[in-house]
């Protein structure tokens, strides 16, 4: 992850930026630190073959939310295409918690691709995360959420929707054919990972 030179390449320092910035955070309900987060769904948008700028925007998706970083200081280091993306994965923490969701649910249906890339991937990663945890302890997951099985089913299923309804609104000119067939790619990911926990409950 160094230029040719042997310098620290720019994703690498995005890596280094969300550790500094979610040291002492932790997964909901576990003792993981919260930085596995942001590097797998940088992960995720890098095996899709991601630009660059959509991976440190992964990356660096949850700072401004959850941290005392700020939009101007990822616009300073990273410039502000990444600046963008990362506001339009933010969520308003002032908002109470469905106030909140439904706002993101309905920014998404005519959000850029970029941010619905890592929003998707996001997701992705949440749920395969969940998955995980609920093949282990079973329904004591939800325990962990707010609302429980009931408002996640909701908030996953809607935001699943409002990516579908993005991908079939906006135009397919040659620069967004590469971009929405990658959010597809792991759209139809997520679709099965939504399914999995959800298929049967209303």
């Not at 970083?69 to 933010?90: H, N, Y």
């Not at 949440?126 to 996640?152: K, M, P």
């Not at 908030?155 to 397919?172: E, F, G, P």
């Amino acid at each position: 992850m160094y230029d040719n030179d042997g310098r620290k390449n720019r994703i690498e320092e995005a890596i280094e930026v969300a550790a500094q910035a979610h040291n002492g955070q932790y997964r909901k309900g576990t003792h993981t630190p919260y930085i596995s987060h942001p590097y797998a769904v940088g992960l995720i948008l890098m095996s899709e073959g991601c630009s660059e700028e959509v991976v440190i925007a992964g990356i660096l998706h949850d700072t401004v939310e959850d941290t005392d970083l700020t939009l101007d200081c990822i616009k300073r280091s990273f410039g502000q295409s990444i600046a963008e993306i990362v506001d339009g994965c933010s969520e308003d923490k002032s908002l109470r918690w469905r106030e909140r969701k439904t706002e993101r649910i309905e920014a998404l249906k005519t959000a850029s691709t970029e941010v619905c890339l890592v929003t998707s991937a996001d997701k992705l990663h949440n749920l395969r995360t969940v998955i995980s945890e609920y093949d282990e302890i079973g329904d004591v997951v939800w325990e962990r959420f707010h609302g429980g099985i009931e408002a996640q089913a909701w908030y996953y299923r809607s935001i699943l929707d409002s990516l579908q309804t993005q991908m079939i609104s906006q135009n397919s000119d040659s620069n967004e054919i590469e971009f929405k067939q990658q959010t597809q790619s792991i759209i139809q990911q997520l679709k099965l990972a939504v399914s999995y926990l959800f298929d049967g409950y209303e």
